[in-house]
Structures are given as structure tokens and as C-alpha cells.
């Protein structure tokens, strides 16, 4: 089984509640969505292909017990996606999976954290939170969510979806603002009023690091 595979690096998790942890990512190529704040636009086609062993190989070498499955979208890999989480989980690794919300992830091994995003309308690709019906009835205990907005407004919608897919209190969900778009300070005066059980995250890599700075 191959995979079409964008990048492999050792770098520290910048988002959710494994942030700050250093970490393996492993990035895939191809993308369903086309968000209009992307930042991985160089993931969206090409690759170099891999075979599921060689990929864990790759990941086994760098000696870290945390490993990302990320994008592009892993999830329009899908077979060749599950096999790898199940190899990586074989090998006593924590492994995480970032999607954008917009595959079906009812394969994805038991024991992945599956840190699910949510696309509000700012992100031009909120249409296709149709299939979040089916996450609803099939949360499990280890999932996140993300919502990354670029103002109040997708604040709003997004704490309007987390209600109606049953999501508040029942996962960990965090708001990340969209680099440049909106201010933290006015995200956490929006979470803290809201009194909802959600948390802030911030793309702490870009604040380490140049925000358009690629593989660190
Ligand atoms: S889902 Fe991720 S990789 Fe795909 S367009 Fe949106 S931000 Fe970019």
C-alpha cells in the first residue's frame, strides 16, 4: 500500500491540546476543500510515494512518541490513511489525525485522536459541514474539535453547530483565530462571555517561527 506523501518532519504540535509536545508530522498530499486562508496550499497535489512501511520507518527514526497524520487532507488517502494509523498505534506511538471535517472518518482506528475541523462560512468551505450529521451519533472520548475563525460571525455559526451536533461538553472543542484576520484578545473576550466549555488555541508555530515558514 502506497501513500502520496508531501513531507515528513520533527517539529513541536502547534495546535490542540498536544501543543507544545514535540511531534512527527507526517503530511499527505491532496485536498478536498480549497479554504481561502489555507496555509498548506503546497500540499495539495504531488508527493512523493511511499510505502505504508517506509513511511513508519521514516517516523520510528526520529525517536518521538507523538505522531501527526496531517494535510492536504489525510482522509482522501483513506485506505492506505487507516493502515498507517494502525502500523504507527502497533508500534505504541500516540498518534494524532487533523481533518478537515469533510471525509468520512468512521475507519480511522480506535485509539487516534482525531482532532476534527469545523469550516466556518469565513473559510469559504462551510457547505460541506453536511456530513458532520454523521460524527454526531459516534463521538468518542479521545476526539477534538477545531473551529478557526476570521471574525464573530463564524464564532457564532460555530457555536450554533456545536449545539445542534450535541458537541458542547461532550469533546474538547478549541476556537483558533485565522492568522492576521482576527485578534486573540477578541476571540478570548468572545469565548469568556460565551460561558461555554471551549477552550482558545493558538497556532503557537507561527509565533515561534515566520508564519509562512514551512516544515518546522
Ligand atoms: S482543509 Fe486544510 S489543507 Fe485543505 S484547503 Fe483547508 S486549510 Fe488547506
Redesign the pocket.
Known amino acids: 500500500m502506497q501513500l502520496q506523501v508531501c513531507e515528513i518532519f520533527h517539529s513541536i504540535q502547534g495546535e490542540a491540546s498536544f501543543s507544545g509536545q514535540p511531534c512527527v508530522f507526517v503530511r499527505l498530499a491532496g ?5 481561502v ?5 503546497y ?2 497535489a504531488g508527493g512523493e510515494a511511499m510505502s505504508v512501511e517506509d513511511i513508519v520507518r521514516n517516523v520510528l527514526a526520529y525517536r518521538c512518541d507523538v505522531v501527526e497524520l496531517t ?3 489525510p482522509m482522501m488517502q483513506p485506505e492506505g490513511a487507516c493502515l498507517l494509523m494502525a502500523r504507527l498505534l502497533s508500534e505504541g506511538l500516540t498518534v494524532l489525525l487533523e481533518t ?1 471535517g ?1 471525509c468520512s472518518l468512521d475507519d480511522v482506528p480506535l485509539g487516534v485522536h482525531r482532532i476534527i ?1 469545523l ?1 466556518p462560512p469565513g ?1 469559504g ?1 462551510a457547505h460541506r459541514a453536511d456530513i458532520w450529521a454523521g460524527y454526531a451519533a459516534h463521538w468518542r472520548d479521545t476526539d477534538e474539535i477545531k473551529c478557526v475563525v476570521t471574525g464573530r460571525s463564524d464564532f457564532d455559526w460555530c457555536v450554533e453547530k456545536l449545539k445542534i451536533y450535541n458537541a458542547l461538553g461532550r469533546v474538547i472543542i478549541h476556537f483558533s483565530p485565522v492568522w492576521g484576520a482576527v485578534e486573540a484578545s477578541e476571540l478570548v473576550r468572545w469565548i469568556c462571555d460565551s460561558r461555554l466549555p471551549v477552550r482558545l488555541s493558538l497556532q503557537i508555530h507561527k509565533v515561534i517561527w515566520d508564519p509562512d515558514c514551512r516544515g518546522v
Open positions: 485536498c478536498n476543500l480549497r479554504c486562508w489555507c496555509d498548506t496550499k500540499a495539495f494535510g492536504g487532507e478537515n469533510a475541523d469550516k473559510s468551505t
